[in-house]
């Protein structure tokens, strides 16, 4: 096993919510040597505010650049870069795949020895879009390059930092007296905390263990129900009331029309109703990591007298 002084662990894509997650976990660790990269502006900074000290390289990394020079020395490589919302599918392709296609080609010429690859439950579902399909394509840049690593695929995650999904939902409850949930709400979300999955990430970084791992929440939740326990967590009074879908559906795309950077899409909203029920493996056997009740993860991610407050960009 590798002492801190001889690990050098690179983290992509540092300043999101896997990011800002996992990295007070390596330093509490001290597992070696770490260098954050994100392109990022806000986010960055809001990174090198938290940690002082950290190495931290503003960089597009779908641009060839000085960035790439970090990789010499590497030891532990954690691929967490990704574009995750917005309207327009050249993004998605910048991102997600060249950029990727940029990092492989410098941890190549490093002879970076291992990756932590962060995929995406995505990959699996039966969903259709440029999220999905750039993610399978990331993947599958990894997967080629033949460098030792282990494929993360995690499910919807929430925790601190979460400038999308979850974290924009409690936003916006907070601000709206009335909160609207599409259809039914009845659509069975599986949410993953993301300082579980950190846990997982660096103990990833400690064994060096090898695979693909679909890690999924253990609790199986319906969406409405999933809305009634951020309620209460965040301690909003905004009123739920159902909508009918197809109004939700028309509402999200007039809002798409002025917002060219909208928290929530249409298309989200699709994937958000797709019928997907993720495996559920023992990834806190595998990893010798706790997995946090869903109802303590929800109050540590809003309750929390630091890091509840800090809010990321888009």
């Not at 967590?233 to 809002?255: C, D, E, M, S």
Request: proline share 5%; net charge neutral; charged share 25%.
């Amino acid at each position: 096993m590798e002492t801190m002084s001889t690990r050098k662990i690179v983290i992509t894509g540092a300043a999101g919510l896997v990011g800002q997650n996992l990295l007070p976990r390596l330093k509490r660790k001290e597992l070696g040597e770490l260098v954050a990269i994100d392109k990022h502006p806000k986010n960055t900074a809001i990174l090198r505010q938290l940690h002082p000290g950290l190495r931290v390289v503003e960089a597009d990394m779908a641009e060839a650049g000085t960035w790439q020079q970090e990789l010499e020395g590497c030891t532990h490589l954690v691929i967490g870069h990704a574009q995750i919302g917005g309207l327009f599918p050249e993004e998605y392709v910048r991102n997600n795949i060249a950029a990727t296609e940029r990092l492989l080609d410098a941890a190549l010429r490093y002879k970076v020895p291992y990756a932590v690859s962060i995929s995406s439950s995505v990959v699996n579902s039966m969903a259709v879009d440029d999220y999905t399909e750039t993610k399978k394509a990331q993947e599958a840049l990894n997967a080629a390059s033949g460098i030792k690593q282990v494929v993360l695929r995690p499910t919807l995650m929430f925790g601190w930092f979460d400038r999308k999904h979850v974290g924009w939902l409690a936003r916006f409850m907070q601000r709206v007296p009335v909160f609207p949930v599409p259809g039914d709400g009845r659509f069975l979300r599986q949410p993953l905390y993301a300082g579980d999955f950190a846990d997982i990430i660096a103990s990833a970084v400690e064994t060096e263990i090898t695979g693909a791992y679909n890690i999924t929440g253990m609790e199986r939740i319906d969406y409405i129900d999933l809305i009634r326990l951020l309620k209460q967590a965040t301690g909003a009074k905004a009123h739920i009331q159902k909508v009918p879908y197809r109004l939700f559906w028309l509402l999200l795309k007039t809002n798409a029309l002025w917002d060219k950077n909208p928290p929530f899409t249409a298309r989200q909203l699709e994937a958000l109703v797709t019928p997907d029920v993720f495996e559920v493996i023992d990834w806190p056997g595998i990893f010798q990591v706790r997995s946090t009740p869903l109802r303590d993860a929800f109050y540590s991610t809003f309750r929390d007298p630091v890091y509840s407050k800090v809010t990321l960009e888009f």
